[in-house]
């Protein structure tokens, strides 16, 4: 147990265990009255007229139903008025040293007339806009400015492939598309424009395709479709009327993997998630008006929504928005970024701690970093070493690291442990936020009481940064999170409860794996294997990884009437494959090719036990016997890539 450090109780809102529990019993007691005070630090064009409305067993959530609020008004514009000089985002641009500050002031004007370039391009409200952005500021502008005028964002991160971006475009129906001439990463510069005109060739629901210039690269310009986005803006004043919205309508919808082949649209609303993330912002990382905050995470995951965009801003706090890669120009770079702007809070996911870790303390060391109070983490299990590496090292021992555990589908983080309060255990998410119920149950549904447990992580009751519905599917909204379980959300996770009663995440319990904190759906990546002409099936499942925590293996079974010259080109075939379908980061880092796949006589893939071997494990597989073809194992070991 690492107590809490006295410095950092000192000055902190919620300043001891004991006060986090008297707090925490309240927040179960008295649900209504506890969210119906943090509603109160935002500002509402008419306050809600009932706090919570949910049959769970439907997927029927509303929180602050009658009030009437902007999520742009509440980032921008109040802070605009009370504060117009201090500074919104700092951008660390790609190259080291490079910075832009934008002040309150500056973002409601580059909001402004962004929403009005939106209207111009015929964006009303309700209708949805992708981004399809590099991590420039325009990202944020955007993401507000269809807030203003009560526009639905889709962000799509820019890592994906030109065909997931236009499923993502079709299926939430957008007019117009933001993106960027190119894209930089590091040493590396990301083609942008060109995979978007590649995403919406032919498809008319595409009306405007808005292009920022990052790098000037020379890009092919379709007339009346693609337009100069600095032309565009230049047009426009910088005043532009918000929308007020109604709390349960949308915010915005963020496409996610599940367990089956088509990602989900997951759909959040304004009221509910606006106060959530404001609250969770403001009390997990501490907060205080002279906070310099930084998330490293990109703007296309929840945690680049919630935790550098509309958390920060609706508390006005001053948000890094970081362009580069945490190896640029070498693993020092986050600690240089730290020193250079005086970060306190640094957030950002154990792969990216693993990898600068590997490099070695002297690229920590060689920065002061003592302007920093507070160490997150989320996406993945963060391992005990890790996590003490950035305790001891990043940290000098002075600093709180703050593990937070949470989805895309909750809207902000559901248990991590407060600064000022919560003792830590390397390894564990700790404790839950006020008002939320963390629940175990067994595989029949039945909850598993007392400590020292393991199940299924479910939540019981609602809160307020829920997701509402996947977009367009409402029924698979229910049978997705509410059937399996019933009376409670299912997470998808495993989860240990220990003697103290503290949370312990063991990962994704269904075909959902997590590679280097991106979530991808192993029927996604099979999916994309089984469009290429040589493959006839496929399973995917992760394996332990060094630096990505879960590595992603294919099992690839070749047509009979394929005839493969060269099995290592074929392997790499299946790969750029993937990377096309997908993305990159959806690249298997292991192809074995199979005669046959572990399947019981119904047909069912044994998944576990290629679990097994792609972990490199090649004895004691269980029970075997209903296996079809059990001598099926042999052969997967014989040809076995680890
Ligand atoms: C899944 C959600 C929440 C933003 C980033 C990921 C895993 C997330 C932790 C953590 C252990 C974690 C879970 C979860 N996860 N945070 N602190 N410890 N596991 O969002 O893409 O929706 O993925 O990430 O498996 O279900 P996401």
Not at 614 to 639: M, N, Q, R, W, Y
Request: with cysteine; net charge negative; aromatic share 10%.
């Amino acid at each position: 147990m690492i107590p809490v450090k006295p410095h950092i109780a000192k000055r902190a809102h919620v300043h001891s265990l004991a006060h986090y529990e008297g707090l925490y019993r309240e927040s179960i007691a008295n649900p209504a009255g506890f969210w119906s005070t943090q509603a109160e630090a935002l500002t509402w064009f008419h306050p809600p007229e009932s706090v919570h409305q949910a049959r769970i067993e439907e997927g029927e959530i509303a929180w602050f139903s009658g009030g009437k609020l902007n999520a742009c008004y509440n980032c921008v514009d109040r802070h605009a008025e009370t504060q117009p000089d201090k500074v919104a985002i700092v951008w660390a641009a790609n190259e080291p040293g490079e910075y832009r500050k934008i002040t309150y002031a500056e973002l409601a004007r580059e909001v402004g007339r962004m929403a009005n370039v939106l209207k111009s391009h015929g964006v009303r409200r309700g209708d949805r806009v992708a981004i399809y952005l590099p991590m420039i500021p325009e990202v944020a502008f955007a993401m507000l400015a269809c807030a203003r005028i009560g526009a639905v964002h889709s962000v799509v991160f820019a890592g994906f492939s030109a065909e997931a971006l236009r499923e993502r475009i079709l299926d939430a129906d957008c007019a117009v598309v933001l993106t960027a001439d190119e894209g930089l990463r590091g040493p590396k510069r990301i083609p942008l424009k060109e995979t978007v005109d590649d995403a919406v060739e032919g498809l008319s629901v595409v009306r405007s395709v808005l292009v920022a210039k990052r790098t000037g690269a020379e890009v092919a310009m379709t007339p009346g479709r693609d337009y100069w986005l600095a032309e565009e803006l230049a047009k426009e004043r910088a005043t532009c009327p918000v929308e007020w919205m109604d709390a349960e309508d949308p915010l915005f919808v963020l496409y996610t993997s599940g367990s089956t082949g088509k990602p989900k649209g997951v759909l959040h609303t304004t009221g509910g998630y606006m106060v959530y993330t404001a609250f969770t912002h403001r009390h997990v990382f501490d907060i205080h008006d002279d906070d310099v905050y930084f998330c490293a995470a990109d703007a296309g995951w929840i945690t680049g929504h919630s935790y550098i965009v509309y958390g920060p801003l609706a508390n006005g706090t001053t948000t890094v928005m970081f362009e580069s890669v945490p190896n640029y120009p070498d693993c020092g770079r986050y600690w240089q970024v730290v020193d250079d702007l005086e970060v306190s809070v640094f957030y950002t996911a154990p792969t990216a701690i693993r990898a600068v870790m590997r490099a070695g303390d002297e690229f920590v060391t060689r920065a002061s970093r003592k302007s920093l109070r507070i160490l997150g983490t989320v996406g993945e299990p963060i391992n005990p070493e890790v996590w003490t590496w950035y305790h001891d090292v990043v940290g000098n021992g002075q600093a709180a690291v703050i593990d937070t555990w949470w989805q895309t589908e909750t809207g902000g983080i559901m248990i991590a442990p407060l600064p000022g309060a919560t003792p830590a255990k390397p390894g564990s998410a700790t404790l839950p936020m006020f008002g939320i119920r963390p629940v175990l149950v067994d595989d029949e549904g039945t909850e598993i009481k007392g400590n020292g447990v393991s199940g299924n992580l479910c939540l019981a009751g609602s809160w307020p940064g829920q997701s509402r519905t996947i977009l367009g599917d409402h029924q698979r909204f229910r049978s997705t999170y509410f059937t399996r379980f019933p009376g409670y959300y299912f997470t998808g996770d495993g989860c240990r409860r220990d003697e103290d009663g503290y949370y312990w995440i063991t990962g994704r319990v269904d075909d959902v794996i997590n590679v280097a904190g991106h979530r991808l759906g192993t029927a996604e990546i099979e999916s994309a294997l089984v469009a290429h002409e040589a493959a006839a099936e496929a399973a995917v499942v992760g394996f332990p990884h060094e630096i990505k925590g879960t590595g992603i293996y294919a099992f690839v079974i070749i047509r009979d009437d394929f005839s493969a010259e060269d099995p290592k080109a074929l392997v790499g075939a299946l790969r750029d494959q993937v990377r096309r379908v997908i993305s990159p980061i959806a690249t298997p880092d292991a192809i074995q090719i199979v005669s046959g796949l572990p399947k019981t006589r119904s047909g069912k893939i044994m998944r576990r036990i290629l679990r097994q071997i792609a972990a490199g494990k090649t004895d004691d597989f269980g029970d075997i016997s209903t296996l079809a073809d059990p001598t099926i194992v042999e052969a997967l070991i014989a040809s076995s890539e680890r």
